[in-house]
């Protein structure tokens, strides 16, 4: 089974992180091919607790090649400080490379990521502010950097003068704010370019050598299924695709050699930042999942706004990803409730519909039909057979496995990487 996409199936946060680093003990290559230090990956193992955003969440097996993918969008500054961070906490980052031809978040980006919210007022799309919309945006614009652009200072002179010129226009005549100087932005990151240029390469080539030998790679979704620009709740999404079919695009894995696409999917749902979420519970309900679940962006920090199960959502992302299995996470959350709820369909003008609309404005009408199901209300957090849960737990699984259409390989109860029961092992 030469790739397994690691797919996040709802809005983000869904816990890929876990999947990939339990997953990354057998494989060979993990590549991130999306988004950039928007992303936050939590991972928990016997190495302690880690936030990854830019590094791939394999990073802690031995032996496994960490890409940063084409895909990506890369602040070095945080690259940089990530890696430090985990050679202090005793991680070899040694097996680390970053595509040469991925982009690179440019101090302009993170100026106009703010502002650009800023003058969105009422409307602002709740993003990161970490200059990743802007920085996509320049990639379409062919005006973006490239990390290859960082090994050659005569070239990263000559791109940078003429960008930032047009930059600085913008910076001053539209949002009058001061200019950015040429050359404090030229040295950082001719510095930066210093530092990270032994991770920099060329990786379709190794990606291929090691699909020849018959080698696992993992591709690490960031983001999820419905923050696509695409098929998301657009405008209310991110700027690079988290579908299957990104995972191609951002590595440079033919479609073609991909073997099962892994649905990662919470047990209930949440969404960071603004936008359509028929789900989403502004009660105690949602409190107390935020609170038992500790939901607060590992990024930004914000508290996730909370929810059931959204059944028409996640059949909307299993049709466009075509997952071959599904992750659960975080079932252990829903301990204690006494009843769950799962949206099977939505209420819209009157009628019942089975389908996400495209549009959010439509999306804001749908009001959520729920099928009840009972709690288990008994901790499963030290269960590690799918047939030592609870028969309502087991039965909350095979919902979620009908709607999903696919089986649903693990299930995980709890953050840390032996919290996981392999119902159906991938490998
Ligand atoms: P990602 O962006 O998809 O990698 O997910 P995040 O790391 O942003 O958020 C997922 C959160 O859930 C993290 O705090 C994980 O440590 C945690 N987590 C993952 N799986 C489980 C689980 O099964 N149970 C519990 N309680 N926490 C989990
Ligand atoms: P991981 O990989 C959850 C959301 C932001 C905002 C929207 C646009 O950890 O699952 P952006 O900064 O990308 O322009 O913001 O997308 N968003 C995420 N939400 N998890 C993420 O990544 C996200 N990355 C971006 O909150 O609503
Ligand atoms: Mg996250």
């Known amino acids: 089974m030469p790739v397994i996409a690691v797919i996040g199936a709802q809005w983000g946060d869904e816990g890929k992180g876990k999947v990939v680093d339990l997953l990354a003990e057998k494989t060979k290559i ?31 097996s031995s032996g496994v090649t960490c890409i940063i993918g084409n895909g990506m969008v890369i602040n070095p500054a945080v690259l940089i400080d990530e890696i430090d961070q985990l050679n202090q ?12 031809r991925a982009h690179l978040v440019m101090p302009y980006h993170l100026l106009l990521d703010g502002l650009e919210e800023k003058s969105r007022g009422g ?19 062919r005006l973006g950097i490239r990390t290859s652009d960082l090994l050659d200072k005569e070239v990263l002179l ?12 913008i910076l001053t005549k539209v949002y009058r704010v001061s200019p950015l100087s040429f050359n404090e932005v030229y040295n950082q990151y001719c510095q930066y370019g210093e530092r990270l240029a032994p991770y920099i390469r060329e990786t379709t080539i190794m990606l291929e050598e090691a699909l020849a030998r018959g080698e696992l ?17 657009y405008p209310y999404t991110t700027s690079s695709s988290p579908l299957a079919g990104g995972g191609c ?37 949602g409190d107390l999942i935020r609170e038992r679940a500790h939901e607060y962006g590992t990024t930004t920090g914000r508290p996730r706004r909370c929810g059931w199960f959204d059944a028409v959502a996640a059949r909307f992302s299993t049709r466009i990803n075509g997952f071959t299995g599904a992750a659960i996470t975080r079932l252990d959350i829903l301990d204690t409730f006494p009843h769950l709820k799962i949206c099977v369909g939505y209420k819209l003008d009157g009628k019942t519909i089975d ?73």
Request: glycine content about 10%; hydrophobic content about 35%; overall charge neutral.
């Open 158 to 169: 000559e791109r940078l003068r003429s960008i930032l010129d047009y930059k600085n226009t």
């Open 217 to 233: 790679v993992l591709l690490e979704g960031a983001q999820g299924t419905l923050l696509d620009p695409d098929f998301g709740t």
């Open 30 to 60: 993990v590549v991130r091919f999306s988004g950039g230090d928007n992303a936050g990956h939590t991972v928990v193992n016997p190495y302690g607790e880690f936030g990854l955003h830019l590094i791939p969440s394999g990073i802690f």
């Open 249 to 285: 695009l951002g590595s440079g894995v033919s479609p073609t050699r991909i073997n099962h696409i892994l649905g990662v999917f919470k047990a209930y749902c949440t969404r960071v930042g603004s936008g359509p979420m028929p789900t989403e519970l502004k009660d105690d309900t």
């Open 355 to 427: 389908y996400f609309p495209s549009s959010v404005a439509t999306l804001e009408k749908c009001q959520p039909i729920y099928e009840e199901l009972p709690g288990w209300q008994t901790p499963i957090t030290d269960i590690r057979q799918f047939e030592q849960l609870p028969v309502e737990a087991r039965q909350y699984v095979s919902k979620l496995e009908e709607i999903i259409s696919s089986p649903v390989n693990l299930i995980c109860v709890g953050p840390r990487r032996e919290q996981t029961i392999d119902k159906m092992p991938i490998l």
């Open 123 to 141: 409307k602002a799309l709740g993003t990161t502010k970490k200059g990743i919309g802007p920085a996509f945006a320049d990639k379409a614009a």
């Open 89 to 100: 906490r005793g991680v070899d980052t040694s097996r680390l490379v970053i595509s040469d």
